[in-house]
C-alpha cells in the first residue's frame, strides 16, 4: 500500500529520507519496541532493494541498542553529523549509543525535544526508503514533537488483547488523529500462546480485544504475533527473530505485518 506523507507547513522532512513510520504503543511492555526492530527488519526482508533505517525515540528508555546488538559511540562525518551504528543491515540511531547505560536520564521539557531533534536531524541517514521510530510509550511531547517537526507517513499501534492497554491504544490512536498523522493500523502482540509440549493455544490476555477496537475506530488490524519464547530470548540476545530464524512463524507474522503496512 502506498503511503502518503502529509506534511503541515511548519513541518521539514528529513534530508534522504522518503517515508517515516512510527512505532508507537499507549503503555509499556507491551511489545512496541520488539516489534519497531522486527518491522524495520521486515520491512528489508520483504524487499532487499529498500533502504530501512531505526531511530530509537524512547529517550528515557532506550531498548534499541540491546534489540540490535549495538555499541558504542556514533563518529561525527565531516559535515558535523553523527554517522549511524548499522547492524544486520539497518543504520541505527538512539540516545543509548550517547549515554552511560546505567546513567539516569532526567530531563526536562525543552531538553527532550533538543534530543530528539539532534536524533533526527544531525545524523547522517543517508538515502532512506523507510524510517521505522520507535516511540515511547503514551502520548506525550515526544510524540507530539516528532509529529509536529517532521511529515510521518503514518502510525503503527502495538497493543496487548488486554483492556487495559487497549484503552490506551485507543488514545494513542486518537492522539495521531489530531496531529494529522494517518493511524496505518493496530498490531495485536502477545494474542495466542502455544504451549510447546501439547500445541493447546491460550489466549492469556484475550483473543480479538485488538481486533474488536480497530473496528470501532475503523483502523485496520496489520497482523497478529504470537506471545512466543523465542521472540523474549531472540530479543534478549540481541539476534531479533526476522533475521535469526527466518523460517519460524513468529518472523513470518512479523513480515506480514510488514507487508501490510
Ligand atoms: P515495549 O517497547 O512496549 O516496552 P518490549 O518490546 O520491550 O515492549 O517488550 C517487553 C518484553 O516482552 C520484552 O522482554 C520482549 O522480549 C517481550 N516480548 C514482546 N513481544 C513478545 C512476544 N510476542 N512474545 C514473547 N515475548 C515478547
Not at 64 to 89: A, D, H, S, Y
Not at 193 to 200: E, G
Request: aromatic share 4%; proline share 7%.
Amino acid at each position: 500500500k502506498q503511503l502518503m506523507a502529509r506534511g503541515l507547513p511548519k513541518q521539514k522532512p528529513l534530508a534522504g529520507v522518503k517515508q517515516v513510520i512510527v512505532v508507537a504503543s499507549g503503555k509499556g511492555g507491551v511489545g512496541k519496541s520488539t516489534t519497531a526492530v522486527n518491522l524495520a527488519l521486515g520491512l528489508s526482508a520483504n524487499d532487499p532493494d529498500k533502504t530501512v533505517g531505526l531511530l530509537d525515540a524512547d529517550v528515557y528508555g532506550p531498548s534499541i541498542p540491546k534489540l540490535m546488538n549495538l555499541k558504542g559511540n556514533p563518529e561525527v562525518t565531516e559535515k558535523n553529523l553523527m554517522r549511524p551504528l548499522v547492524n544486520f543491515g539497518i543504520p541505527c540511531m538512539s540516545m543509548g549509543f550517547l549515554v552511560e547505560e546505567t546513567a539516569p536520564i532526567v530531563w526536562r521539557g525543552l531538553m527532550v525535544m533538543s534530543a530528539i531533534e539532534k536524533l533526527l536531524r544531525q545524523v547522517d541517514w543517508g538515502n532512506l526508503d523507510y524510517l521505522v521510530v520507535d516511540m515511547p510509550p503514551g502520548t506525550g511531547d515526544v510524540q507530539l514533537s516528532i509529529s509536529q517537526n517532521i511529515p510521518v507517513s503514518g502510525a503503527v499501534i502495538v497493543s496487548t488483547p488486554q483492556d487495559i492497554a487497549l484503552l490506551d491504544a485507543r488514545r494513542g490512536a486518537e492522539m495521531f488523529r489530531k496531529v494529522n498523522v494517518p493511524v496505518l493500523g493496530f498490531v495485536q502482540n502477545m494474542s495466542v500462546f502455544q504451549c510447546p509440549n501439547c500445541q493447546h493455544q491460550t489466549h492469556i490476555f484475550g483473543a480479538d480485544g485488538a481486533r474488536d477496537l480497530a473496528r470501532t475506530l475503523g483502523v485496520e488490524v496489520l497482523g497478529d504475533i504470537p506471545l512466543h519464547l523465542s521472540i523474549r530470548e531472540m530479543s534478549d540476545k540481541g539476534q531479533p527473530v526476522v533475521v535469526s530464524s527466518p523460517d519460524s512463524p513468529e518472523a513470518e507474522a512479523y513480515r506480514n505485518v510488514a507487508s501490510a503496512v
